[in-house]
């Protein structure tokens, strides 16, 4: 019982700070209102026993993203000005398409379609497993991460990825140089 | 507490965001609202890992990977727009039409 009115905090939390983030005409307010979402997100992890995510959630997106974003908004402030008009012509449309998108993944998730409502593996509780499992779930995590029979290579990848993309990011932000100055 | 509320959460997250990314002029709000799915879509992942596989470490692998994924593309999204904006003094998504013609 608990439980659930903790989920719903955190889901009226969390859905309202995104519709901040998507109406607002102030970027930098919803940059803020971003910040609230992702730590909505950190709490659903928190429910889930995904502790380690959680932290990892608050330090990525809401130490490092978020910051990043605000910084941007910052450096390209003076052209968004409030007045100017936050939609495009076809935000109608896009909105109508997010809907359907909605209506659809709803109807899924409740279970008529396409599967028959008994049928539905969504309406399953959870299953009660011991603190041990969760706990262990971490070291196993670190343990697959570096295993060759597990996710070694994603893993490097991602490291190359992460590598690459940061490099890329300075190169491409790198301000132009003058003639001869190079 | 059902699975179903987790994905219904997630759902209307990933459409907010969807949304975002359709209807915003900003580029810098668009990548925002990219964020959102990411984010939306590791909810899933993490709530399938917790009710379906608690002792496989696969789910939450795949959330860690989406994590770095995100990570990267905020980095190169917001490094692209600075510079666009740097050259073209604008960082309305519509006016970048480099490539046009």
Known sequence: ?182 | MPLSWYLLVAAVLFSIGLYGVFARRNAVAILMAVELILNAVNINLVAFWRYRTPESSAGMAWAIFVLVVAAAEAAVGLALVISIYRNRDSVVAEEMDLLKN
């Open chain 1, 1 to 182: 019982m608990v439980e659930q009115i903790i989920f719903i905090i955190i889901a009226v939390l969390t859905i309202g700070s995104a519709l901040v983030v998507v109406t607002n005409r102030n970027l930098f307010h919803a940059a803020l209102a971003l910040m609230v979402s992702f730590l909505g997100v950190a709490g659903f992890y928190v429910l889930l026993e995904a502790g380690f995510l959680a932290a990892a959630q608050l330090l990525v997106y809401i130490g490092a993203i978020s910051i990043l974003i605000i910084f941007a908004i910052m450096m390209t402030r003076r052209m968004m000005q409030t007045t100017e008009a936050p939609y495009n012509t076809q935000w109608g449309l896009g909105l109508i398409a997010a809907g359907l998108v909605l209506a659809i993944l709803v109807f899924v998730v409740v279970g008529y379609w396409p599967l028959p409502p008994d049928a539905s593996v969504y309406l399953q509780t959870r299953t009660q497993v011991s603190d041990a499992v969760i706990q262990n779930s971490v070291v196993e995590l670190g343990k697959a991460f570096v295993s060759p029979d597990a996710y070694v290579l994603p893993f490097e990848l991602a490291s190359i990825l992460l590598l690459g993309a940061l490099v890329g990011a300075i190169v491409v932000a790198w301000p132009p140089q003058e003639e001869g100055e190079a």
